[in-house]
Every structure is written in structure tokens, then in C-alpha cells.
């Protein structure tokens, strides 16, 4: 996928809508060297009542067709 920018949009716009109280830190997109249909999501966020507490999910999306 080349439009990382964009991915990052989208959770950033649904977060926002349906979790306020999360707070996205980052967002790091990489496509598998060996898969080109699989894209890893990587989000870095934190709770709006303990900001320096930060957690991390990664999301493994594999297209396959």
C-alpha cells in the first residue's frame, strides 16, 4: 500500500469519532517484505486519563483474493 498517510487518517478520524478518550501517539505502517498483500498497523496510544501510560497494538491485514 503507498499511501500511509492516508491510513493514518482514517484511524485517526474513527478514533476520534467513536473513542475520544484515546489519544493517538503514532501510527507506523509496513508492508510485508514476503507478502505484498500484507500490511502490519502498528498504533501507539494512550488513555486521555493517564497520558504517560501508553500502549501499543499491532494489526496484521492480509488481503488475500
Do not use: C, H, M
Not at 13 to 19: I, M
Not at 28 to 52: K, Q, W
Amino acid at each position: 500500500f503507498k499511501d500511509n498517510a492516508l491510513i493514518e487518517e482514517v484511524i485517526n478520524e474513527a478514533v476520534d469519532k467513536w473513542l475520544p478518550y484515546i489519544a493517538i501517539n503514532e501510527v507506523v505502517t509496513v508492508v510485508d517484505a514476503t507478502n505484498p498483500n500484507r500490511l502490519n498497523v502498528t498504533i501507539d496510544f494512550s488513555v486521555a486519563t493517564a497520558p504517560d501510560a501508553t500502549e501499543q497494538i499491532t494489526l496484521d491485514l492480509n488481503a488475500t483474493g
